[in-house]
Nanobody, 114 residues
Framework: QVQLVESGGGLVQPGGSLRLSCLAS????????MRWYRQAPGKQRELVAA???????NYVDSVKGRITISRDNAKNTVYLQMNSLKPEDTAVYYC????????WGQGTKVTVSS
């Protein structure tokens, strides 16, 4: 079992920044990928960014150049640095551990509004 706890969400004005964190604990071994998803009200959950244990990253087109995923393996933590936020970034953000099995965090809410 792997437990994930996200933090860092909140209310921010358009153009602002937030950094989300996802702390993993439990049976973390072997190779795994960490992903950030988001789900806006009334919409399906979508993949935002992913990072492998080797540090390779990929992003959905809508966030490229504004959002950066990173990880600190020593701390079992993955981050999502979000800059130049837009109202359409408003969503609940979830991290997911993808190894032998997949585990989700509980989500952290991000609201971009003036």
């Amino acid at each position: 079992q792997v437990q994930l706890v996200e933090s860092g969400g909140g209310l921010v004005q358009p153009g602002g920044s937030l950094r989300l964190s996802c702390l993993a604990s439990g049976s973390i071994d072997g190779r795994y990928v960490m992903r950030w998803y988001r789900q806006a009200p009334g919409k399906q959950r979508e993949l935002v960014a992913a990072i492998t244990d080797g540090g390779s990253t990929n992003y959905v087109d809508s966030v490229k150049g504004r959002i950066t995923i990173s990880r600190d393996n020593a701390k079992n933590t993955v981050y999502l640095q979000m800059n130049s936020l837009k109202p359409e970034d408003t969503a609940v953000y979830y991290c997911k551990f993808v190894g032998r099995a997949g585990y989700w965090g509980q989500g952290t809410k991000v609201t971009v509004s003036s």
